[in-house]
């Protein structure tokens, strides 16, 4: 449980315009889908997948480093990893079974010959994506554990798109029609808090002495 005083004591250290910044991203944050990316060699790639769920609003991402170790390259993902929660794996089932245990479908993002065209998914589910190696593409544990399989349409001679332009086209086509619908799509109002409080205490770099003193003058 938040302590509401605190945060309103905490945040009164920022500026009023990135106090209302905070507000109105939080109100497009959304854990009805988010995101899963599988041994990702290329680490700009992980990065840029993570930088993509800020912009349209995935909380959560979850990296799997069952072969591949990952670091958040800062330049390529621009401060989003301070903004969006990065969940770690060793193996790609543990992953996949805390999804489920959450509610999730699993969705694999594959061309191959069963997989649901982007424009025909069904969104009444929620629902975690996840990505594959550069090459290979995803593991036979996603592909055999998955509920469905996603493609995104190519009417070229190339027959892939690079991961992290995968996961923008999906991320914008999917968040920007959840957020016409009638789900429950949004935040609860003490996630909310707990992100608020989590963002201040990120920016604010004596904030835990901001946070001591404040238990002194309320003992």
Known sequence: MIDYKLLEYLESFLTPRRLELYKKVIEQRTNYFTVAVEDVYQLHNTSAVIRSCDIFGIQNVHVIEEINAKRIDREIAMGAQKWVD????????????????????????????????????????????????EQKGLSDTVLNLADINLHIPMVGFTESLNISVSAAIIL????????????????????????????????????????????????
Not at 177 to 196: A, M, P, T, V
């Open 86 to 133: 990065i969940n770690r794996y060793t193996t790609t089932k543990e992953c996949i079974t805390t999804l489920k245990n959450k509610g999730y479908q699993i969705v694999a993002t594959t061309p191959n010959d069963n997989s649901v065209e982007l424009k025909d998914f069904d969104m009444t589910k929620p629902s975690a994506f996840f990505f594959g190696q």
């Open 172 to 219: 914008q086509h999917v968040t920007s029609i959840l957020r016409i619908s009638n789900f429950d799509w949004q935040l609860s109002e003490e996630e909310k808090l707990e992100k608020r409080m989590d963002w201040a205490k990120k920016v604010i770099k004596s904030h835990k002495k901001i946070i001591a003193r404040y238990g002194e003058e309320n003992k």
